[in-house]
């Protein structure tokens, strides 16, 4: 049987009793409804972790300046058809960046999906290693 702490409001003391019927059906009820609710809320929170992850590395400041020199890249070749072996070097290293951000969401879609979504979906196991 289910016990609550209670003070003894005539001796101030703390004393243990056992819930009634009603406190426990209660007490099981709001249980489930708190995990319930904490399952629910679970997808939104793997997002959240996705998002934290990828800005942990690249702040949007970052993401910025990446995304206004892979404009330029673009334009670069499109002007000149091929690009200097730095430009390329460039190019690549902005691709990979972007595929590990792609990969990140990936990675929150198929957690998102499984029912349940995992306990501990925030173990790096879930998650592609950094770049």
């Given amino acids: 049987m289910a016990t609550k702490q209670v003070v003894n409001l005539s001796t101030g003391k703390s004393e243990t009793k056992n819930l009634t019927a009603a406190e426990e059906t209660k007490k099981t009820q ?3 409804l708190s995990a319930s609710k904490e399952e629910l809320s679970r997808p939104k929170r793997v997002k959240d972790e996705a998002r934290r992850r990828i800005l942990a590395i690249y702040p949007v400041w970052k993401q910025a300046n990446l995304t206004a020199r892979a404009v330029e890249l673009v334009e ?3 002007d000149n058809t091929t690009w200097t072996v730095d430009e390329q070097t460039e190019a690549d290293v902005i691709q990979a960046i972007w ?7 990936t990675a929150s879609d198929d957690l998102e999906a499984q029912n349940p979504v995992p306990v501990d979906f925030i173990d790096d196991k879930h998650w592609p290693a950094n770049p």
């Fill in 30 to 32: 709001d249980e489930a």
């Fill in 76 to 78: 670069l070749k499109h």
């Fill in 99 to 105: 595929d590990w951000v792609k990969s990140v969401r």
